[in-house]
């Protein structure tokens, strides 16, 4: 695996971005985190929504801030997606948790997710964030090896 690191939505990286984004539109999958059912055919737009989420401004109702980072390389490849949500309302410590993460499809099964979901982990704690509620529907075999072999030197008591 190359050498990758998060970085914050920037206009730097439209290109790398809208090719990650293409690739999972034509796989057919569902887009998840969220953030990325977000059009970017106004790609500054886009980031500014991406920006002033983090910052709590222009919320839709009920919504809480989260920060979102985009997994790169040195080419720069954008290879996945995070979204870490500040604080949890009552629905989403039922049924959202702290982060929301993905993987474009070309590069699953390669380690990416767990080195996401472990600098995700770093940038949650970063945030303040003491307990970190992570959640993934039952059939996804992949993402909960993830989630155990990124707790191992989180700092996070995995329960």
Known sequence: MKPV??????????????????????????????????????????????????RGESLPEGWVPGSTYWLVDDEPTVIGVVNIRHWLTEQLAQSGGHIGYGIRPSRRRQ????????????KARELGIDRVLLVCDESNVASKKDYTKSW??????LR
């Open 5 to 54: 690191y998060l970085v914050k939505p920037s206009i730097a990286y439209r290109n790398a971005y809208l090719s990650f984004y293409e690739e999972w539109s034509r796989s057919g999958e569902p887009m998840i985190p969220w953030v990325i059912t977000k059009d970017p055919s106004d790609f500054e737009g886009m980031v500014q929504f991406l920006l002033e989420s983090e």
């Open 111 to 122: 380690g990416y997710a767990t080195k996401l979901l472990a600098l995700s982990l770093d």
């Open 152 to 157: 191992r030197n989180s700092g996070y008591e």
